[in-house]
């Protein structure tokens, strides 16, 4: 924005960076949020193992692999299926679909999906972690 334009002293831009966010936190499938764009937050995560099976009824949801290996396991019209992904390729589980991501330890996913949007979808439990902003 031109300085002096209308609004131009009203708009913040911040830079993240996506080694600093991870050098952050260590805990597993505790989402953090990088950025907010329009009604959208991009996450990173670190995750191993298995999750949960789960679906976001309301929202699509994009993950980026950034390290590691990552499959998401699926249900699709009665049958199970998976998705193999490795650095810099992502995937779009699209909302309703069930699915369940297994990492290699020491993966790192970029995630994302609509503002609100809880990490366990409808299946809750004690692996719904509260969004936080990177430590």
Request: proline fraction near 7%; hydrophobic fraction near 35%; aromatic fraction near 4%.
């Given at each position: ?67 590691g290996q990552l499959t998401i396991d699926l249900r699709l019209d009665g049958t199970q ?55």
């Amino acid at each position: 924005m031109t300085p002096g334009a209308p609004g131009a002293d009203h708009q913040v831009v911040h830079t993240v960076s996506i080694s600093s966010a991870l050098e952050s936190f260590s805990a597993e499938w505790q989402p953090r949020r990088l950025a907010t764009v329009n009604d959208h937050d991009v996450k990173i995560v670190r995750i191993a193992g298995e999750f949960v099976w789960h679906r976001h009824p309301d929202s699509d949801e994009l993950f980026l692999v950034v390290d590691g290996q990552l499959t998401i396991d699926l249900r699709l019209d009665g049958t199970q299926t998976s998705v193999d992904l490795g650095p810099d390729e992502i995937v779009v589980i699209p909302a309703g679909v069930e699915h369940r991501p297994c990492a290699d330890p020491g993966t790192v996913v970029i995630l994302i999906e609509k503002v609100g949007t809880v990490n366990t979808g409808d299946a809750g439990g004690d692996r719904t972690s509260q969004l936080r902003d990177p430590d």
